[in-house]
């Protein structure tokens, strides 16, 4: 489903998507980034809530606070991105 939606500007980036888990905001999937090389994991909102200004403002926090934190124990952000509209971390 996931692969679907990274078939535009995205789809020579991220591939192999892996649904690790899903929460009350979004989904989680394990991709592989072409462009780096490297195992990386990417958050999507839920798909039924993707359109509430509310949940983008949320991710979109989530991104800023995370972009703040360097610490061994917690992820590190690497981007906060859209395709075709939908934005993810």
């Known amino acids: 489903m996931r692969n679907k939606l990274l078939q535009g500007?995205?789809?020579l980036?991220?591939?192999?998507l892996e649904l690790l888990g899903q929460?009350?905001?979004g989904s989680v999937y394990r991709a592989w980034d072409a462009q780096m090389s490297r195992t990386?994991?990417?958050?999507?909102?839920?798909?039924d809530v993707k359109e509430s200004r509310k949940v983008l403002k949320r991710l979109r926090n989530e991104a800023?606070?995370?972009a703040?934190?360097?610490?061994p124990n917690i992820v590190r952000l690497y981007d906060y991105e859209e395709n075709d509209g939908t934005p993810f971390i």
């Open 23 to 25: 929460g009350g905001m």
């Open 64 to 66: 800023l606070a995370l």
């Open 40 to 47: 990386v994991v990417l958050k999507f909102p839920r798909t």
């Open 68 to 71: 703040k934190l360097d610490h």
């Open 9 to 11: 500007q995205n789809k």
């Open 13 to 16: 980036r991220y591939c192999n």
